[in-house]
């Protein structure tokens, strides 16, 4: 079907549902009265016409700015309707924030690179001929090559993709960094072309696979997959990166104009795991934490529940109590329960630095977020290695039945291979999962395995056995969600960065394998 004729199918649909020509202050109530189904349609129909109307958006913001350049001057379109800039006149045009303002300028420009320009046309403002202009846009353009995220740019236009997804996507891989002459240690033209299209075959290869898997996952884990996937396929800017963090890295302290003291951070990577790990630690009761725990940590748990303090007055105590106590903190005292740390997550099939051969690219376990190979190494020095033989699925070894929990090695292989609830949609990290037996452990005499285990959060773990579902597998295939009804099982596919930090991306370009 053709752009319009999706959007008014969709408006059909909705006529349909709520009532042909109701009135506007009418529409809250006809709502109320649908039933559930009807309430889904109602979603998904008018999803439709909100990602036509904001692919129309994105696309006229992109004109306005092309037509309000600072070369453009005061005759640019949006200084002659009285706006600095083009993002001030599309706030102005929308009403949004300014963040979502830019967000549409940003894309807006990214997808008028996807459009191929014609030398020689020229575009009459008022009519919008092409040809002979009496007041022309801009030079004559010559024919350019598709950019590498153009892909993203069809996905966003049919509707394969939302904009949020597309900016994820786009920003999170970031542009590819193409070679010229003389780069690389004297690199000739020729070679540096090749190398450069190399290089930006992989990231048009990283857009295609992220858009493939944008109907299965949230927002924000495309755009950890995709920063994640830039990391891996150039550990040179990834390092670069990392210490642009680490130098940006700060705490300041100021007194308001009522006298009260306030402080912000800006976290570098391993800071910030940290800290989150300490709050988690403290506070996974309060967060829907693990219910299988031994009776003296289920104490502790209840009475934290049972807290009159807010998460935030709690963490900002727990952080107290941790300064003050220093490096020799008692466990116990201070966290009500085991010491937190930081667990990364280091894979023989990652890319190996040329250096000493370590992995160019680790991941922090919860997160999923990137460092440099040399961060684990100091970790190595400081707390040890633990390793996990898995194969090339990143599925870890089989440790027999030996008992009805997952021991304490079994749910590090399972983080491992999981990285967080595997329940489609959620982003509860590992270490508020617990470990669930796909397989009865009476009735089908399950086995605490680890390809028969899987992660899922507190919520959807009762979910699953209070409300009818069921998991599934077939030998080393996909965990498969069952719904209590007849509908089709789901496939609980891993998280990308795990898929990725596994093997499942294309060699990456020359430009970036180690050197013999």
Partial sequence: MSFFSDM???????RAVIGDDIESGEV????????DDGVITLIEQATVLVRGGESLRIAGSGVVAARSTRDAGHGGLAQTRGHRSPVSLIQ???????????????LGEALAENVPALAGDLIDRGTGAVGAASEPVAAPTPVRAR????????????????????DAIYRGLGAPPLLSAGD??????????????DVTAAWETAAGQLIDEAALRTVEELGSAARSIRDVLDPVGADRRFEERFH?????TWTDRDGTRR???????EGGAWIEAIIGTALRPRRGGPRFVDSDERTRAADLVADPRSNDQLAYDLIIDVLRAGALADAPTVFGTRQPGIRIVSTTTAHRDAVDGRPAVALLEDSGTSVPGWLVAQHACSVGTRAVIHDEHGNPLDLGREARLYSPKQRIALAIRDGGCRWTGCDRPASYCEAHHIDHWHRDHGKTDIDRGILLCRF??????HGGWRITRHGDGDFLLHPPDDTPPLALVPRLARRYAFGDLQPPPRRFRPAA
């Fill in 28 to 35: 809250a109530a006809a709502v109320q009265r649908l039933t």
């Fill in 460 to 465: 959807h773990h009762m979910q699953l056995h």
């Fill in 147 to 166: 950019p590498w995220h153009a892909a993203l740019g069809d996905a966003l236009m049919t509707g394969k993709l939302t904009s949020a997804q597309h």
């Fill in 263 to 269: 402080g912000a951070f800006q976290f570098e990577d």
């Fill in 92 to 106: 102005d045009l929308t009403g949004t924030t300014r963040a979502d303002a830019a967000k549409q300028v940003r």
């Fill in 248 to 252: 940006g890295r700060s705490f300041r």
């Fill in 184 to 197: 690389d240690g004297g690199l000739e033209a020729s070679e540096a072309s090749s190398i450069s299209a």
């Fill in 8 to 14: 008014q199918a969709a408006l059909e649909e909705l």
